[in-house]
């Protein structure tokens, strides 16, 4: 089965840049849809960045066209790039894994912290 572990967070001040790395272990991982979610203090957990195992991205709307998303599947790891960060980035992100058969799986969260 495969696990997720998340790294990187940190401090970071407004406008800076942070990467986020997600590895997972399991020969699978390649077949997984990877995601990067994120959870605002007080707020509810809202998707950011999708990478399929084709390697199509997408994103929401407010992290469009700063973050970026990508995977190794060599590495057996999951990146988020991002870049221009603002107060309002601020939360923890999690990694999450969706296999081919439905099964989903979550790392333990990082937390990023953008001061203004």
């Known amino acids: 089965q495969v696990q997720l572990v998340e790294s990187g967070g940190g401090l970071v001040q407004a406008g800076g840049p942070l990467r986020l790395s997600c590895a997972a272990s399991g020969s699978t991982f390649r077949l997984f849809d990877m995601k990067w979610y994120r959870q605002a203090p007080g707020k509810q957990r809202e998707l950011a960045a999708t990478v399929t195992p084709d390697g199509i991205t997408n994103y929401e709307d407010s992290v469009k066209g700063r973050f970026t998303i990508s995977r190794d599947n060599a590495k057996n790891t999951v990146y988020l790039q991002m870049n221009s960060l603002k107060p309002e980035d601020t939360a923890v992100y999690y990694c999450?894994?969706?296999?081919?058969?439905?099964?989903?799986?979550w790392g333990q969260g990082t937390l990023v912290t953008v001061s203004s």
């Open positions: 999450q894994g969706r296999s081919p058969l439905g099964l989903e799986v």
